[in-house]
């Protein structure tokens, strides 16, 4: 693909735009997250987009495959849910970053519990709440059973030993799918079950 120039230096050298990355936040999670910012720093030789997802993974994956097809992203990273989708997005060339993929969703809804929880920061449409019921946690299901993982020009799954939200064997099942799946594993004691800035860096180190 040819390089878009987007200006031009002081020298008259042209200023070429950055490629593309995505990332797909996690759960209760939101377009407003934080983790794009530390992406951005972190990960700067990108410009990062972060599309809002809904707690429907049919829907939200429609949501990023039009993402995926608008902008050609050469890298698609998530947290949680977000490593989840981000695994499952039709985009051929993109390399894949996943942080914590939760691939069984729904043990985690199950020991949250039914009722409503409140997001981890402000959403689009102005919600503070969301609902989990039994009918949300059988959509994760049937889009685990329906969809086929896309490790696209290459997939990389990063895991915590001290994931306080799925727990070690969550995790440890998760790697396992993931791993005959083709995906490369590798596991860090240096961070819990958000992306931070010590997960960010593993990742960069692994992008090289």
């Known amino acids: ?48 987009l972060c599309p809002e997802i809904t707690h429907d993974p049919f829907e939200s994956l429609a949501i990023l495959n039009e993402w995926a097809a608008t902008f050609s992203p050469a890298l698609i990273a998530g947290t949680s849910m977000g490593g989840m989708l981000a695994l499952y997005v039709d985009c051929p060339t993109a390399v894949r970053a996943a942080v914590n993929p939760s691939m069984s969703l729904e043990k985690s809804l199950r020991r949250k519990g039914y009722g409503q929880h409140p997001y981890l920061c402000e959403r689009e449409n102005g919600e503070t709440h969301y609902t989990i019921d039994e009918p949300m946690i059988r959509r994760f299901i049937d889009f685990r059973e329906q969809q086929t993982i896309h490790t696209g020009a290459r997939a990389i799954a990063l895991f915590s030993t001290d ?46």
């Open 163 to 208: 994931d306080e939200v799925s727990g070690k064997e969550s995790s440890k099942q998760s790697a396992a799918i993931l791993e005959a799946a083709g995906v490369e594993i590798l596991w860090s004691d240096k961070f819990g079950h958000r992306l931070n800035d010590k997960a960010t860096k593993i990742l960069k180190k692994a992008l090289v």
């Open 1 to 48: 693909m040819e390089k878009e120039i987007i200006g031009y230096d002081e020298k008259g050298q042209p200023i070429y735009r950055k490629p593309y990355a995505i990332y797909v936040h996690g759960f209760g999670s939101g377009a407003a997250s934080g983790t794009k910012s530390s992406l951005a720093r972190d990960l700067g030789d990108y410009e990062w």
